[in-house]
């Protein structure tokens, strides 16, 4: 998974870069979205070979033996990753004329560091290979997706949007933890080869 793990990087990095150059609004939007779109391409470049090929590949990060981040791709997973590197893509180069406010460069390059974080963070919700993954992911994406619904935070309209979106998201994140509570309780395990032993019924 070395391939996916650069793409994140790439992307990371391009989103990082945004502030550190956001005194200088060109360069910084020239950089970033080089780096957000390569970053994109070779994401988009390992999940269709992953998909053309049969089998998966893991990989995890283990914390003092307490849990472990676990990231799996297979067909399931390449399928989602070609889809959302692809839009994130055309997003990422569209957005080089569509952000051009050199006025408010100090919310463009905040808007293009969540950017970054979300397409990081929704690769990794299609990856995650257990319980905490999946979770922690999901809120990373829950947050930024709440900081780009508020980019004219100035407009009462987009305010109300993202107090909304943020309440619902969060809604549903009370519901998947709970029913990954119960799975947890049956399974006693945080990895997700457990739920197809569940019984379909109490």
Known sequence: MGQFFVSILLILLGGLFSLFLVRQAKLSRIITVFLLSIGCFWGLLDAVTNLMQSGSIAHSFNYLNIFSLA??????????????????????????????????AVRTAVNYFFFSILIASMAMVVTAANIITFMLSW????????????????????RKAGYLYFVFSHVGAMFIFAAFAIVYGNTGSFGFEGMGSLPETA
């Open 139 to 158: 809120e990373i994406m829950s947050l930024s997706s709440f900081f780009l619904v508020i980019y004219k935070h100035h407009e009462p309209e987009s």
């Open 71 to 104: 990231f799996q791709i297979d067909g399931l997973s390449g399928f989602f990753l070609v889809a959302i590197f692809t839009v994130s893509l055309l997003a990422a180069i569209y957005s080089f004329h569509y952000m051009d406010n050199s006025k408010n």
